[in-house]
């Protein structure tokens, strides 16, 4: 019961968070002089998704599955790409943790990489691969890598000396420090950049349809505004963002279940750190 709270009151404070975002984008287009044929409100997004007969096509249905493609298309994409970009980064941080000389070469390297903007690197790599499934798993796992890649090198490198000297005191090798020590104390890093990675893998596939697909949300995007179809464009962007926010918490989701009770909670550490 009391692991439930801090779940319970997350969530409620994230519901709360996005009832007064939804309530200040009505309140801003409705109090605003701007165009409604070009500026949608949250209530107008349901109506395109529930309503029939205001939009096109008449049945709300209708509109609902043609959706549904769209989502599936791109979540392949991120999906293929996170995993891709989970796998090499935990390969990469696996191997300079091993390596010294490694970690001293290549990691300057990959900070310096992560500065490039993805879309400066996407045409490069559409030239490189071309169109398909590659390329979208190139790009979304760009922006997965990095941010894994620096917080499980962190994690990893994270274990106490008295742990590191206790396996080495019963004979454990390098192999036995990495799976019993290393590892488990390098999770909360990689749900930590976990939780960075997932939501953005969205919108780099969402990114790659933009540019160089015809299928997915980011390629309809652009056809909806070229056909000046703004119920659609503008279901579109909720429909990104819901999915880059439920990654986002199925990443929290899998953190809370597969960290429960392997770790103390922070204010147990502080108890026990305090002075009597």
């Not at 949250?42 to 998704?49: A, F, K, Q």
Request: glycine fraction near 6%; charge should be positive.
């Amino acid at each position: 019961m009391t692991r439930l709270r801090p779940v319970a009151a997350s969530v409620l404070t994230t519901l709360a968070t996005l009832v007064v975002l939804l309530v200040a984008w009505q309140l801003t287009v409705s109090l605003s002089h701007v165009s409604p044929y070009l500026t949608k409100t949250p209530l107008d997004v349901v109506d395109y998704l529930f309503v029939d007969g205001r939009f096109k096509p008449t049945a709300a249905a209708d509109r609902r599955a043609a959706l549904v493609p769209m989502i599936g298309v791109t979540l392949m994409h991120a999906g293929v790409g996170l995993a891709c970009g989970v796998t090499l980064a935990l390969a990469g941080s696996i191997a300079m943790s091993l390596s010294r000389g490694l970690r001293t070469t290549f990691l300057p390297i990959a900070l310096v990489l992560q500065t490039v903007p993805l879309i400066a690197m996407a045409p490069v790599i559409y030239a490189v691969f071309g169109a398909g499934i590659v390329t979208a798993a190139v790009i979304a796992a760009i922006v997965t890598f990095f941010p894994l890649l620096m917080n499980v090198t962190t994690g990893l490198a994270s274990a106490s000396p008295e742990t590191v000297d206790l396996v080495h005191a019963y004979g454990g090798g390098r192999r036995t420090l990495l799976w019993r020590v290393q590892l488990p104390s390098a999770l909360p890093f990689l749900f930590a950049g976990l939780k960075i990675a997932a939501p953005a893998t969205i919108s780099a596939a969402t990114l790659y349809e933009f540019l160089f697909s015809f299928e997915g949300l980011g390629a309809n995007l652009l056809t909806s505004k070229s056909y000046s179809d703004y119920g659609l464009l503008w279901t579109l962007v909720v429909v990104t963002i819901a999915l880059a926010l439920a990654a986002y918490a199925v990443v929290a989701l899998a953190e809370r279940l597969v960290l429960s009770g392997r770790f103390p909670p922070p204010s147990a550490v502080i108890r026990r750190g305090a002075p009597s």
